[in-house]
């Protein structure tokens, strides 16, 4: 079946540094992704999201590229801090609300 | 504004007894979902209600009932808990009837023994 699933389960940055955190997804049909943070004992928090007629789309500090030729997801995080070590997590749907999620990269901050 | 309040926190069942975990938010949301989070995995969904009076199955709805009691509240209930639902359970909600889960409560952890 469908799938998506994130490049990498771990990712350990500098503080200060630039985070790239990737994910694949496999259902070219996909219309709409969604990126979430999730701290540890708590539930996920929606961060940013961007739909399939876009390249690429920003928020504060992070911003998210989609490649849809090669089905590619990434969320980039500017100036790593230590309030961002968490799990991330894509997830993909297809015109309705039943997302589908990866597994999710965990990211931890050096300081 | 407390956003989507889950209780219990924490439970322990054994095999066969039954339980219903609450959710309620304080947002006036029209969706609300419930998630379950197993180890080294994405959310998978359970139940789904677009708006009120409507509930749908999601993923994975074997074992579960869900109610959606008011625009606030949606619980979910294991009539007869086995031990392969023992799992983290979200509950979440969305503004746009039918729209994306964009709050999370902070989870009920559950094991059944």
């Known amino acids: 079946g469908e799938s998506v699933g994130l490049h990498l389960p771990t990712l350990s940055v500098q503080e200060g540094d630039n985070s790239i955190i990737n994910c694949a997804y496999s259902?070219?049909?996909?219309?709409?992704f969604i990126w979430y943070k999730q701290e540890s004992g708590k539930g996920p928090q929606f961060i940013i999201d961007?739909?399939?007629?876009?390249d690429k789309r920003q928020g504060q500090r992070v911003t998210v590229l989609l490649n849809k030729t090669v089905k590619h997801l990434s969320l980039q995080i500017a100036a790593t801090q230590p309030g961002d070590s968490a799990v991330y997590f894509c997830?993909?749907?297809?015109?309705?609300?039943?997302?589908?999620f990866g597994a999710g990269t965990t990211v931890t901050v050096r300081a | 504004n407390a956003g989507v309040t889950q209780t219990p926190k924490f439970q322990v069942l054994k095999t066969g007894q039954s339980m219903t975990l609450q959710c309620a938010q304080d947002?006036?949301?029209?969706?609300m979902y419930w998630y379950r989070q197993d180890p080294g995995m994405g959310l998978r969904l359970i139940y789904y209600?677009?708006?009120?009076?409507?509930?749908d199955k999601g993923e994975v709805p074997n074992g579960y009932n869900v109610s959606r009691l008011n625009k606030r509240e949606f619980s979910l209930r294991l009539e007869s808990a086995a031990p392969s639902q023992t799992s983290v359970y979200f509950c979440?909600?969305?503004?746009?009837?039918?729209?994306?889960?964009?709050?999370f409560g902070d989870g009920t952890r559950l094991s059944i023994l």
């Open positions: 979440a909600s969305s503004v746009k009837e039918g729209g994306q889960p964009q709050h």
């Open positions: 259902n070219s049909a996909s219309d709409y």
């Open positions: 961007i739909r399939s007629n876009m």
């Open positions: 997830a993909e749907t297809v015109g309705d609300y039943k997302l589908s």
């Open positions: 947002m006036n949301h029209n969706s």
């Open positions: 209600s677009a708006s009120e009076g409507t509930t």
